[in-house]
């Protein structure tokens, strides 16, 4: 329950009426979870994402993590497509519901951090781990 209550709580403070509307849980099920399971925890033949749990606490990790939700990754299982049709505030709120799910170290993603990630054009061969 306290989850549940933290995450409407930080849709509201970061990703306003859409994001609540949805719900981050929404959000997660609807581009995330289908590759990376509804914990993070990868459906075949695709990752789970427990190795990221340290980017988040890095400057450098932080980058990358928002690199790869805007533009994707090509990675072992195939490629990730990135989600820059999202909102900055749709894709903070997922970024910190995954920190949430790794109980991860570090501060949560604001939109003005993934706003900085915008405007690169990189294709998923580009956007590489630190």
Do not use: I
Request: hydrophobic share 40%.
């Amino acid at each position: 329950m306290k989850a549940k209550a933290l995450f409407l709580f930080l849709g509201l403070v970061l990703g306003g009426p859409g994001v609540v509307a949805q719900g981050v849980e929404g959000l997660w099920s609807r581009y995330c979870a289908q590759c990376h399971g509804p914990r993070a925890q990868g459906v075949r033949p695709y990752p789970g994402l427990q190795g990221a749990a340290p980017l988040f606490a890095t400057p450098e990790g932080r980058r990358y993590l928002v690199l790869v939700v805007l533009y994707g990754k090509k990675g072992e299982a195939g490629l990730m497509p990135g989600f820059a049709q999202l909102k900055n505030e749709e894709l903070a709120a997922l970024l910190n519901h995954l920190r949430a799910l790794l109980s991860a170290k570090g501060d949560l993603f604001a939109p003005e951090e993934v706003g900085r990630g915008r405007g690169l054009n990189l294709t998923p061969d580009q956007v590489k781990r630190p």
